[in-house]
């Protein structure tokens, strides 16, 4: 069936240190892809997304590729900041049941000290 | 534009009680969906509406009820609450199927 593996955290770096969160995904169709952010007391935001193979999704610093042949959309930045500590979630969305849905990773919490 | 607003923000429940989670959103979005976060489990679906008068379930829909009678309100009931149902509720919408989804703040829902 469908599903999405995420690196296990948490994820502790020094400020200024280079982020890769690792996510993996199975599906039957060609999923858009999406990484959210939820920060402490905060609900999800949408951190970036890329929707068809070979984009690239950006922001913040923040960047993933849609790579269709691994079925992988990785998280990298290369200078992190103590502002980027909170949970990240990769979350494909695929067709199932009859409707578009989300489907969560676990979330991989990142913790970043100065 | 308030975006997605939930309400209440903490709830606490004794076992057997009901209660409603609210949520509302001002897009004009016509899909609308409720997720429950637990520890190392992510999100999960529990209920989900494509449009106003229509709603189906998601992975986890068991001892909850949901209606849509606007395309801005999507309120989430619990009949009957369990422990089992202490958790973080989410309330999200979008405008169309492949579209980004707009969570609400969440509401941490405690059953005694």
């Known amino acids: 069936g469908n599903s999405v593996t995420q690196m296990e955290g948490p994820v502790t770096l020094s400020e200024e240190a280079f982020l890769t969160i690792n996510c993996t995904y199975t599906?039957?169709?060609?999923?858009?892809l999406f990484w959210y952010v939820q920060y402490p007391g905060e609900g999800l935001q949408l951190l970036l997304k890329?929707?068809?193979?070979?984009d690239k999704g950006s922001n913040k610093g923040f960047e993933a590729t849609y790579r269709k042949e691994t079925t992988s959309f990785h998280l990298e930045k290369g200078s992190v900041q103590v502002s980027d500590s909170a949970v990240y979630f990769c979350?494909?969305?695929?067709?199932?049941?009859?409707?578009?849905?989300?489907?969560f990773g676990a979330g991989t919490r990142l913790a970043v000290h100065p | 534009n308030a975006g997605v607003t939930q309400t209440p923000k903490f709830q606490v429940l004794k076992t057997g009680q009901s209660m409603t989670l609210q949520c509302a959103q001002d897009?004009?979005?016509?899909?609308m969906s409720w997720y429950r976060q637990d520890p190392g489990m992510g999100l999960r679906l529990i209920h989900y509406s494509v449009g106003a008068g229509i709603t189906d379930q998601g992975e986890v829909p068991n001892g909850y009820n949901v209606s849509r009678s606007t395309t801005e309100d999507f309120p989430l009931r619990l009949l009957s609450a369990a422990p089992s149902q202490t958790s973080v509720y989410f309330c999200?919408?979008?405008?169309?199927?492949?579209?980004?989804?707009?969570f609400g703040p969440g509401t941490r829902l405690t059953v005694l």
């Open positions: 999200a919408s979008s405008y169309g199927p492949r579209d980004e989804q707009f």
């Open positions: 890329a929707t068809k193979a070979d």
């Open positions: 599906a039957t169709g060609y999923p858009s």
């Open positions: 897009m004009n979005h016509e899909y």
């Open positions: 979350a494909p969305k695929l067709w199932s049941g009859g409707y578009n849905k989300l489907i």
